[in-house]
């Protein structure tokens, strides 16, 4: 990269938003590498890296960061162990992180759909028996555990016991009558042994070794002759103990090198995932989206600059290089049009970067081999350069670079010298530069420069807004308009007396004064005609929402009344249904009663039951559709008194008497009145013309079984007492649901028991209104004639 290209990204302000992205990066080298991050020029491989952000920003949204926290560079360390080295428990431990890393960032990648960063995920080698041996044997950077090693667990078994039986000789000591010899009735350690502090003046009362005195000499640290030996045995295990550490930090330096090529290869991939996710966690950040890539034209759409708060920047559609390949920037100083160029370069560098750029998801970008800018004041004392001479030096460099794969910015073309000369030298340098191809971005206040962009193709002008009456820009770019500076309503506004802007004005020369009244012109009707084109993108987004809600009700309408539809057809066929149980159970009993009365007409019965079948089949065919798969009921409004209910778990429909004081429900359900909550019920509203026409074919295919299946009259003779009771019981039953209004008992004469038997059952029966013996020609007292209820 030229010298003048790294110039024009400093201009440009790159390594502050890759600042930014540091920040995001978790490892020491991922925020390296960030902070290095260079525009690439090949159109594919910008492609792959902007759709490694995007996984990366996806995976972000639905699972959080893989978290690569605690790994650090472990090639040197690796390296060392290579050789035969032992590394420390620092050292280990920051292995052991980069294998758990290795691990977990493993598990997080096969969690997820498969994206253009599934393969670094893949490609991770995880080591989870060398990464949990390494965290099982360091506890931490001085400690080593147990568990370690047999051998190591066994020395400290033997240390532990040890220095209770030296503690144990000591307390003894502290506790005998020798106390008194004692400063103080402590246990202590003095080069690594167990000692007891004695009175300077009573060092002779305990025999043993002096292993320190205090600083004011009235102290002497002994060692008594009786924990001599077991001290002793202390130094030799714990000679031991450091040998076996340094045995077991040898052997896990020689495991890790042997794992040398796949750690330093998950470290790598690693390192490479976190500045990946930190360009995500900078998108998010920044509310940015990956833009299209050309290698034609640049357009962004609601473009900002990413170092202005995103809650003050005025996002602007900005465009190069499709119907036109320079643009000129006019308008009053501090109306953002340095800004504009920036932003225009600051987004193609970090397009180009494999970051997303704060703009529309329908942006596009193009591929520059280089940026090339010429912002700011640049005037050098010690170097003798002026404002004008400075520009001049950047311009003679980006001359000799500049290309047809080359972005040129120029702020304040030709400023700093003779306006009529500086106007000419820009016009000559951006026709030059347009020569070679390349495509220019630039500012200006020179009127010249806003005449020669309207004359010549290919070159558009555009302005920065000011609003006049605020004295304040709405930092707003307006493409099409060249800008007018302003200078006099400005100086008007702050006070400068009428007759010097009147004066001013008169030194204007006419064809001056007519442009900048064409100018304003311009401004006029673009506001007027943006007004307009805002009021009929009202009218219009209105007229689109109306005729989405008239779709939205329409369709709404549809669904209820196929609803309506459908929950009547179910209803009646729910009442078909219960009428089919009903003749099946008349049937039944019929063949039961076929046995006992071969004098029934069964070949009426047979008539009457093919009618009551082709009566239903004919409901089932007028109600139409077919069943649907049963599903839960939907739900109803709290029954009330005089509602009928349905409930739920029987099917079966009952009158709401009343309502208790704990909401549930006393229902009348036929001849039984019962209970029940309001969850166990469901309202049965106003029935459909299809539902009461099912269930008036319904009811008369009922009446025509019962009429036909159930006997008027049943014969009791040859039976004892309390068999003829039964069958007359089980026959009044079969009655009752037939509906009959009298039925004929055949009793016979006889002894006159069983015809007693029955009157008395009579008298008692709540099936019987009232009865009477036979007429004649009946039977006369033979029989017995009862009246239902």
Not at 34 to 62: C, F, W
Not at 547 to 564: D, M
């Amino acid at each position: 990269m030229s010298e003048l290209s790294e110039k024009s990204i400093q201009i440009l302000e790159l390594p502050q938003v890759l600042t930014m992205l540091s920040g995001c990066a978790v490892t020491e080298e991922g925020k390296e590498k960030s902070l290095t991050l260079r525009p690439m020029t090949d159109i594919d491989d910008i492609q792959r890296a902007q759709g490694e952000t995007s996984a990366a920003v996806k995976m972000l949204i639905l699972r959080g960061s893989p978290g690569f926290s605690g790994v650090k560079p472990v090639a040197a360390s690796l390296q060392r162990a290579d050789v035969g080295g032992s590394l420390s428990t620092r050292e280990l431990t920051d292995v052991a992180a980069v294998l758990r890393a290795a691990r977990t960032a493993g598990d997080y990648g096969a969690s997820q759909e498969k994206s253009p960063i599934s393969h670094l995920f893949q490609a991770l080698t995880p080591n989870r028996f060398l990464e949990e041996r390494i965290t099982n044997s360091i506890l931490g950077e001085d400690e080593i555990a147990d568990s370690a090693s047999p051998e190591l667990a066994s020395i400290r078994r033997h240390m532990r016991a040890a220095e209770a039986k030296v503690r144990d000789i000591l307390q003894r000591l502290i506790s005998s009558n020798q106390s008194k010899y004692l400063q103080e009735s402590i246990i202590t350690i003095r080069s690594d042994r167990y000692v007891v502090p004695v009175k300077s003046e009573h060092k002779n009362a305990i025999p043993g070794l002096v292993h320190d005195v205090s600083s004011s000499g009235s102290t002497f640290f002994i060692e008594p002759m009786g924990v001599v030996k077991a001290n002793n045995e202390l130094r030799e295990l714990a000679a031991k103990e450091k040998k076996e550490i340094e045995r077991i930090l040898a052997e896990l330096s020689a495991d890790c090198a042997a794992h040398k090529e796949d750690i330093l290869e998950d470290y790598q991939l690693i390192v490479w995932l976190d500045t990946i996710f930190a360009r995500a966690q900078l998108s998010l950040k920044l509310e940015c989206s990956e833009p299209k890539l050309s290698d034609k034209f640049l357009r962004l759409r609601r473009a900002r600059h990413p170092l202005i708060d995103k809650k003050k920047a005025v996002p602007n559609d900005l465009e190069l290089g499709e119907r036109f390949d320079t643009l000129v920037i006019t308008g009053p100083n501090t109306g953002g049009k340095t800004v504009t160029l920036k932003t225009i370069g600051l987004i193609t560098l970090m397009a180009q970067c494999g970051l997303h750029i704060p703009a529309g998801s329908d942006s596009t970008v193009r591929v520059f081999r280089r940026v090339l800018a010429d912002i700011g004041d640049e005037q050098s004392i010690a170097q003798s350069l002026s404002t004008f001479s400075s520009h001049m030096v950047n311009i003679v460099g980006i001359l000799k670079e500049a290309d047809d794969e080359s972005l040129i910015l120029f702020d304040e073309l030709g400023a700093g010298t003779d306006p009529v000369e500086g106007a000419a030298l820009a016009a000559a340098v951006i026709e030059s530069v347009r020569g070679m191809g390349a495509q220019v971005c630039a500012t200006t206040h020179y009127a010249e420069l806003k005449v020669y962009a309207m004359t010549t193709p290919g070159v558009e002008n555009a302005s920065c807004e000011f609003n006049v009456d605020t004295l304040a820009p709405t930092y707003r770019l307006v493409l099409g308009i060249p800008g007018k500076s302003n200078a006099f309503a400005i100086s008007r506004r702050l006070g400068l007396p009428e007759y010097i802007i009147d004066k001013a004005a008169a030194r204007l020369d006419a064809e001056n004064v007519r442009f900048e009244d064409v100018l304003t012109r311009l401004d006029q009707q673009r506001q007027e005609m943006e007004k307009e084109r805002a009021e009929a993108r009202r009218l219009k987004l209105e007229m689109e929402q109306s005729a989405a809600k008239a779709r939205e009700y329409r369709k709404k309408l549809e669904e209820e009344r196929s609803k309506v539809v459908e929950k009547a057809q179910a209803e009646a066929r729910g009442i078909i249904e219960e009428a089919r149980a009903a003749s099946d159970l008349a049937l039944s009993q019929l063949k039961e009663m076929q046995k006992r009365q071969d004098r029934l007409d069964w070949q009426q019965v047979n008539d009457s039951r093919a009618e009551a079948r082709r009566m239903l089949n004919e409901a089932e065919r007028n109600l139409g559709g077919s069943a649907p798969q049963t599903e839960a009921p939907p739900p109803t409004r709290p029954a009330v008194a005089g509602d009928t209910v349905e409930l739920v778990s029987m099917g079966t429909k009952a009158t709401v008497l009343s309502v208790n004081k704990d909401g549930s429900l006393q229902l009348q359900a036929g001849i039984l009145k019962i209970s029940a909550k309001q969850e166990e019920v469901r309202v049965v509203e106003g029935e459909t013309h299809t539902q009461r026409e099912a269930r008036k074919i319904v009811a008369r295919a009922q009446h025509t079984l019962r009429t036909a299946a159930v006997p008027s009259q049943i014969d009791l003779r040859g039976m004892m007492t309390d068999e003829a009771i039964s069958v007359l019981e089980r026959f009044l039953d079969t009655a009752m649901m037939g509906k009959l209004e009298t039925v004929t008992i055949i009793h016979g004469k006889g002894t006159g028991a069983v015809r007693k038997a029955v009157r008395t059952y009579l008298k008692r029966s709540r099936y019987i209104k009232a009865f009477r013996p036979g007429r004649y020609g009946e039977g006369e007292d033979g029989v017995t004639v009862a009246e239902l209820r």
